[in-house]
């Protein structure tokens, strides 16, 4: 069974440019999460989806960032612009509806510059 | 509000020596708690998990039990390998319904031959 897919792996960016990330989750798994991964630090969530709707994104800072998971599988998280405090590694993760345990992506690595 | 805390990397040991690396935990109620694990350049493996008072997770040599009393869930293995370095992350998942992760800091740990 394929695990969490995302992509690009590396992506590096001139600040104040867009920027997308793509995240495929386990299949049948209802429940995304995205998570930013700060160096040296543990990962932070950003959102969490149930299927199509974002049932907690309390924590992703509207002003430049934004995510769509339209038909509840695939799911994009996108900034503009960034900035250079948005480098980190972008974690996306999936679970089973009403589980407890989330299998994450290899994440992708952004670099502002 | 929730959160774990864990010991400050990073651990240097020895091949075959004994590894603990503790980690204390601040929640309501009763919750989940895991160990994942982070090769460089990859994402989170679920190495174990435990989800009430007592119960020991185990996998791949490590081992960790849920003490309820001392709020604590302490990741051992009897004899490390070189290909055991690498970032260990403590967390747990809230008990309000979102299981949400709160995710502790990490702890490197380089095994020498």
């Known amino acids: 069974e394929a695990g969490v897919v995302q992509s690009p792996r590396y992506k590096i960016i001139e600040k104040k440019q867009p920027v997308a990330f793509w995240c495929n989750p386990i299949s049948g798994h209802n429940t995304l999460y995205w998570y930013r991964q700060n160096l040296g630090q543990g990962p932070e969530l950003l959102i969490r989806y149930e299927n199509e709707e974002a049932v907690d994104d309390s924590q992703l800072p509207k002003d430049r960032f934004s995510a769509e998971r339209l038909k509840g599988v695939d799911s994009t998280l996108k900034i503009q612009p960034a900035e250079l405090g948005d480098s980190a590694v972008y974690l996306c993760?999936?679970?089973?509806?009403?589980?407890?345990?989330?299998?994450f992506g290899p994440g992708t690595r952004l670099t502002v510059l | 509000g929730n959160s774990v805390t864990q010991m400050e990397g990073p651990v240097t040991l020895s091949e075959e020596a004994f590894l603990t690396i503790n980690c204390t935990y601040t929640a309501t109620g009763y919750p989940s708690l895991f160990w994942y694990v982070q090769y460089p350049g990859e994402g989170l493996q679920l190495l174990l998990k435990?989800?009430?008072?007592?119960d020991k997770g185990s996998n791949k040599g490590f081992e960790a039990t849920y003490r309820k009393e001392t709020t604590s869930f302490h990741l051992e293995k009897g004899s490390v390998q070189v290909s055991d370095s690498a970032v260990y992350f403590c967390?747990?998942?809230?008990?309000?319904?979102?299981?949400?992760?709160?995710f502790g800091t990490g702890t490197r740990l380089k095994v020498l031959a």
């Open positions: 993760a999936s679970s089973l509806v009403l589980t407890d345990t989330q299998y």
């Open positions: 435990a989800t009430k008072a007592d």
């Open positions: 967390a747990l998942s809230e008990t309000s319904g979102t299981y949400k992760y709160i």
